[in-house]
Structure formats: C-alpha cells, structure tokens
C-alpha cells in the first residue's frame, strides 16, 4: 500500500506561481510511476503529468495545456513529488490530485493508477 498526500494548493492570482507537493508512505516510492492529474467543478479529472519511476531516466510526461508552465519533480529521499505552477491561469483552476502506480511506466489514463491522494484545490482569479 501507498499512502498519498498532497499539500500547497491555494487562492493566486492569475500569472503568478504555486508549488504542490505529494508526500508518499509505505511501500517503496522510487519505483512507481508517479502523476498528477486535477478536476475542475463539472468536469472530468484530467491527466496533467506523469512521471516514470526513478531508475529509468525516462522524462516526464506532460498535457499539452501545461507544457512549459509546470514542472514535476521527485525527490526520493524525501518520498516527495513537487508541481511547480508557473504561470498560472484561471482555466488552472481545480482539485488537483497525486497518484501513483505499480508499475513504473507512465500513462495519462487515470485508470491505470493504484494510489490516489485526497487532492487539494487551486483556485486562480482573474
């Protein structure tokens, strides 16, 4: 079992940044996949990034609506993954949540994950 928690969401304003972290516990970290994806009010959860366990040298995988202004990273020794929102917009607004996987390959299909956390929300004003 893996355990997940996310932390750092919060009110921004447009164009400004935030940083979301997902503290993992129990069974190994590093060789899961690890992701993040966010559902806004009314819609679906969407895929955000996902990113291949740490062995692989594999690099992250991001949804197109966030390439260039989010980040992910891992820091194994921690059990920690960070989000870094750079950038942000109002349509970035939602209840983002960090999930892993058994297997150490990264997908966007949310189906795919084991582990989920209980999200925490983002909310960019105008």
């Known amino acids: 079992q893996v355990q997940l928690v996310e932390s750092g969401g919060g009110l921004v304003q447009a164009g400004k940044s935030l940083r979301l972290s997902c503290a993992a516990s129990g069974r190994t970290f590093n060789t899961h996949a690890m992701a993040w994806f966010r559902q806004a009010p009314g819609k679906e959860r969407e895929f955000v990034v996902a990113?291949?366990?740490?062995?692989?040298?594999?690099?992250?995988y991001y949804a197109s609506s966030v390439k260039g202004r989010f980040t992910v990273s891992r820091d194994n020794a921690k059990n920690t993954v960070h989000l870094q929102m750079n950038m942000l917009k109002p349509e970035d607004t939602a209840t983002y949540y960090c999930?892993?996987?058994?297997?150490?390959?990264?997908?966007?299909?949310?189906?795919?994950?084991?582990?989920w956390g209980q999200g925490t929300q983002v909310t960019v004003s105008s």
């Open positions: 990113l291949p366990w740490s062995g692989s040298g594999g690099m992250p």
């Open positions: 999930a892993a996987k058994e297997s150490p390959w990264v997908s966007g299909d949310e189906s795919d994950y084991d582990y």
